[in-house]
């Protein structure tokens, strides 16, 4: 029973890094075997959209630490995510780590579903709408189950260890997940606040026909009921599907991405005699690039 904490932010001893470290211990008093690591100690560079990845079936050509942290991903049975709110959403390391996953998109949709946890934290409520979604992405793209999903709001580094009730909650994650681990019980779906997507968490949706809204970020669909004032979404509208799945990323990845390849040959020479113009403007360089 391994357990893997990713600490999403660079601040040592925050809250990111107390609330996982607080999950893993209880694991490890369980009888898990632990390891923690922070994201921002791993190089990672952005991706630079070439498809060689899964166009050519290459290895990334990026010199960096994406390898070493996906290993650490490979190593887990269970992975505990957390990022903080920069900006109403998680720090941008977590969105250049999931772009980064498209190299292992086809590994992925092979490897089993693993329990987890994410762990958002954020200053203050209402400042705060990406930063659940974007982890919730994170663990679809990972296979990652959660037995828990919240935000915990202390500003100050460490500040949630004053904090009893998330602390509490935080080291129950750390007892359910070794009891998932030892007898899995399967993916659950967890309470969602109001009107919020039951499959992920999401609140954001989009309006469809027939009263029914579609989940951005899974896909789900539910369907609007009024009863007077009180408007609800009940999430068990047919049609709705989970964008996650093995079945929905192959058919993504074979169905379109696969496909885009040799679309692109075909018109390939047209776009380059286009280009000459564009060639011509220099790009300023930043000091690191003209070094
Ligand atoms: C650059 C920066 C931007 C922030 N932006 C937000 C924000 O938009 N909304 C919010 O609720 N908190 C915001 N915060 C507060 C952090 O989310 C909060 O301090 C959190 O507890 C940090 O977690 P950590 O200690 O694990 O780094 C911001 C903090 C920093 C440093």
Known sequence: MKVLGVIGSARKLGNCEVLVKEALL???TEGAE???LR???FHLLPCKGCLACVL???PCRLDDDMHPLWEQFQWADAIILSAPTYFLGPGGIIKLLIDRLFEYSLQIGQMQPRPGAIIATAGLPEWDPFTL???SMLAGILRIHPVDRFVAYRPGPGEVLLDEDTMKRT???GTTLVRELQHPSGEKQLAASENACLQCGTPFFML???NQVECQLCQARGEIQQEGERVT????AKGGKNRWSPEAMAEHFSEWVLRTGPVYQKKRDEIQKRFPKYREIPIVLGPRKTK
């Open 26 to 28: 209880q694991a490890q």
């Open 133 to 135: 979604p974007m982890l």
């Open 56 to 58: 050519k079936d290459e």
């Open 39 to 41: 994201l921002s100690d």
């Open 233 to 236: 979404i009940t999430w068990t």
């Open 34 to 36: 632990i390891r923690a």
């Open 208 to 210: 469809r026909d027939n």
């Open 171 to 173: 080291k129950q994650i």
